[in-house]
């Protein structure tokens, strides 16, 4: 069984802090797009899917007639029986009551809603089209077309927040009552235009954001269950677990990463040369990696950690890692009992530098 992850690389504005492969004012591509990703989907006709994340870039950018017609290709092509969770990725003034309507029709059965900050001021300061109002009606109007598994983003440690602003934040947001959150602290990528402004992140205030939000979570019993990721139970976001477990999975679209058979591949980044290749028939992967038992074990590793129950550790990871793993358990980044090696408190603050140990 697969997870398949269509990427819609298409945004009306991009945010300043964005570096995800998306492309503003290219709309008019739209229709070709789909039938390159129709045309790439063909390679794997026939395959068993479990999960659908439709990402991006804002899928919801895509009209109702373009929504329905391609969960009915992706039907038409793949073996659903199987199939248990349907994402979209929204923005919230995308979610008008129609589209809405359509994504109900099309089978749809999870939301993940950017909101990103509770705030006006800061919703303009990060670039985004949207202002609360426009999220708050989303997400209402969701709710009245029954949509019971929604998620909301927000992003944390912008600069001039503060810790009792985040709370308000996070407080408001628990008040509509969402399935799931996901809480990314701001990062200044590289090409963006926070980078060119020099906007800076203070990582003291992200930590202390960070922390308070774990105890805040646990205490009105959300499930912290990836780093970034907390649920209510019996919705943790299956596709994404699929990632994180290390499973399969087929990617389709510009810019999209695949792991399928053995190995991990990534489409071009450029629409047109995306078009091009799957016009021909050819592959549009710019890299393409076999993964054999060293690289597997790896991975295995670092994407494991990052889930809060962690890994098991297996002989060979003990024979590869035995060294590491009692300096990180020495230095209290993880916890080590049993077979079981997870992340600590304070290691979920270095996530990253505690990854790096592994590779
Ligand atoms: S909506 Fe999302 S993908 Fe599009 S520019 Fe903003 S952050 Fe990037």
């Known amino acids: 069984m697969y997870g398949l992850y269509i990427h819609i690389p298409f945004c009306k504005k991009k945010c300043s802090y964005c570096d995800f492969i998306s492309y503003q004012g290219k709309e008019q591509l739209i229709p070709d797009y789909l039938s390159g990703v129709y045309r790439e989907m063909e390679k794997y006709a026939g395959q068993p899917l479990t999960t659908i994340f439709v990402g991006g870039g804002t899928p919801t950018l895509l009209s109702n007639e373009q929504i329905i017609a391609l969960m009915k290709k992706i039907r038409s092509l793949f073996s659903t029986r199987g199939l248990s969770e349907i994402t979209f990725e929204a923005n919230p003034e995308s979610l008008t009551p129609d589209r809405l309507r359509a994504l109900k029709t099309a089978g749809v059965n999870r939301l993940s809603i950017g909101l990103q900050s509770f705030s006006d001021p800061e919703l303009e300061f990060l670039g985004r089209v949207h202002d609360l109002a426009a999220f708050k009606r989303a997400f209402a109007t969701a709710r009245q077309f029954g949509f019971a598994n929604i998620n909301v983003d927000l992003i944390y440690g912008l600069p001039h927040q503060t810790v009792l602003g985040w709370q308000k934040s996070l407080e408001s947001l628990l008040s509509l009552d969402p399935e799931h959150i996901s809480l990314y602290p701001l990062t200044i990528e590289e090409g963006t ?141 993880i916890e080590y009992s049993g077979q079981n090696m997870k992340l600590s408190r304070k290691g979920m603050q270095f996530a990253n530098q505690v990854m790096k140990e592994f590779v």
């Open 193 to 333: 235009p926070f980078e060119r402004d020099g906007v800076k992140v203070d990582d003291d205030l992200q930590a202390e954001i960070y922390d308070w939000s774990i105890d805040y979570l646990a205490g009105h019993g959300w499930c912290h269950y990836e780093i970034s990721n907390w649920s209510k139970v019996g919705y943790k976001c299956r596709h994404n677990l699929l990632y994180w477990r290390n499973m399969e999975y087929i990617g389709v679209g510009a810019a999209a990463a695949s792991y399928y058979k053995g190995f991990r591949m990534k489409n071009t980044n450029d629409i047109g040369e995306y078009l091009r290749m799957v016009d021909i028939g050819a592959s549009p992967a710019s890299e393409k990696e076999a993964i054999g038992t060293g690289k597997k074990l790896i991975e295995e590793v670092i994407l494991n950690l990052r889930c809060m129950d962690g890994v098991t550790v297996s002989d060979e990871m003990q024979k590869k890692y035995g060294p590491i793993i009692e300096n990180l358990a020495e230095k209290k980044l």
